[in-house]
Structures are given as structure tokens and as C-alpha cells.
């Protein structure tokens, strides 16, 4: 999911009215009890006309299976859809999708059960997954459909925490960053990233940013998906030091 560089004000109306919401972290039998590499993930993203739900709206959804601890490439999701919201310039520099691209598109709410469908009873992944998920609220309750009620895992929060640790497994202890865009988290983690704002792109680098996370977190003891969850759930859209809107992803 892609941040243009809006005003403070609005991200802050956003995250006020969409932070809480029902797609949460909640372990349950029998996940809870999964060892996190036993676990099915679908790692999502989207890309954005804006970041305020009530005025923007999704221009594309990627996403990426993970079974087995490994990504699974030949299954995989990917759409443009026509906006609701007219694309702007800055969001056209961000992530590339033209209003020629999305002419004659379908609307999101034609894609949503195909998206419900990928996602199945998997976990959710996604970074900063909140922002991504307040759309697709958005988009459900538009459409006349229930919610997703999938578990989710927010990378950040996983980094999050065991960064602030000093773990001593034969390498460097991560980092405690201070820019909390993807692509970051992913070089410092050792993962390919171009920044290039793409849904599915994002997703995929997203998806081996949690398998080098998932290494760390078993080494530290983290050995069921109940503990990942908790870990994991989305809690804050950005670390409490972060001044102003970036693009996320």
C-alpha cells in the first residue's frame, strides 16, 4: 500500500475515524496452535488514489500465498480496478496506474468476492495492513458485503518488536529504524526492493520481508501462530516518532 506524501491533518482524520475495525489479529483454535510455518498467509496490498477512505479509493489489489514457509508464485492475485475517486497527479508519480489504464475496468466491488476467494480462511499479511484494510471496509460495506473476518499480522509490529531486543544469532542485530517504509525494512533485512509502488511487487517484497522475520521470531521463541498473532496485530499506523506522511510501501 502506497502513502502519497498528504498533510499531517488528514492522515490523522483518517487513522481517527478507520483504526478501529474488525479485521483483527484473534487467535483461534485451531491456528493458534499451528507452528507459524504450518500456517497459510496471503500477503496483500493495494495501490491508492489517496488515503482518506471517505474521498479515495483503490486502484489495484495484489497479493501472494505463503504455505509452508514458502511463497507460492503461480498463486497469486492481481487486479486494476476503476476508481470511485478521480486519480490525481501525485498518486498517477506514485504508483504509475494512468486513467488509461483503469478505462473500462471493473469497479471494485466486482472483485471483491474473487479477492474474498484468494484470501480464503488464510492470515492476512501486509505492511502498515491497516490502511489497506480500512479501504477494503470500505469497499465491502459499499458493495453490500460482510467483512473479512481473517486474522492479520502487520510486518512493522513483528519487526517492532523483535528489534528491540538484542538477539545473538550469529549476524547483526537489526536495526532500530526510524523510516518505516518497505523498502527500508527490506534492505536492512537483506530483501531486493525497488521501491517500484506496485501492488503485487509490494506484496512479493513484503512476503520475504516476513520469511526473514519468521526466521528471527522462531529463533526467539516464538513457535506457535498464536504468539505470531499477538506479536504481530496491527496496533499503531506509524512509530509515535514519525512526523509527517510517507509513502508506506
Not at 1 to 12: K, S, Y
Not at 129 to 142: C, K, N, P, T, V
Not at 185 to 206: I, K, M, W, Y
Not at 226 to 244: A, E, F, M, T, V
Amino acid at each position: 500500500m502506497h502513502l502519497d506524501p498528504f498533510e499531517q491533518p488528514a492522515r490523522q482524520k483518517y487513522f481517527s475515524t478507520f483504526l478501529m475495525w474488525p479485521f483483527r489479529s484473534r487467535p483461534q483454535s485451531p491456528i493458534a496452535h499451528l507452528a507459524p510455518a504450518a500456517a497459510r498467509y496471503a500477503v496483500i496490498d493495494s495501490e491508492l488514489t489517496g488515503l482518506d477512505p471517505r474521498r479515495d479509493a483503490i486502484v489495484s489489489l495484489g497479493g501472494l500465498r505463503v504455505a509452508g514457509g514458502r511463497i507460492v508464485l503461480a498463486d497469486r492475485f492481481y487486479k486494476e480496478v476503476q476508481p470511485t475517486s478521480a486519480l490525481t497527479a501525485t498518486s498517477i508519480v506514485l504508483h504509475g496506474i494512468t486513467p488509461e489504464d483503469v478505462r473500462g475496468r471493473p469497479g471494485i466491488g466486482a472483485i471483491l468476492e474473487e479477492f474474498s476467494a484468494f484470501c480464503a480462511t488464510d492470515i492476512l499479511i501486509g505492511h502498515f495492513i491497516e490502511i489497506d484494510l480500512g479501504f477494503l471496509r470500505a469497499a465491502y460495506m459499499q458493495a453490500g458485503l460482510p467483512p473479512i473476518a481473517n486474522a492479520v499480522l502487520d510486518t512493522w509490529p513483528l519487526y517492532d518488536w523483535l528489534s528491540s531486543r538484542t538477539p545473538n544469532d550469529d549476524g547483526p542485530d537489526l536495526p532500530r529504524l526510524q523510516d518505516p517504509r518497505l523498502p527500508t525494512l527490506a534492505q536492512a533485512l537483506g530483501v531486493p526492493s525497488r521501491g517500484e509502488h506496485n501492488a503485487l511487487g509490494d506484496a512479493f517484497v513484503t512476503a520475504q520481508v516476513f520469511q526473514r522475520l519468521l526466521r528471527r521470531l522462531e529463533r526467539w521463541g516464538v513457535t506457535t501462530t498464536g504468539d505470531l498473532l499477538r506479536i504481530g496485530s496491527p496496533k499503531h499506523p506509524l512509530p509515535h516518532n514519525q512526523g509527517s506522511a510517507l509513502p508506506l510501501t
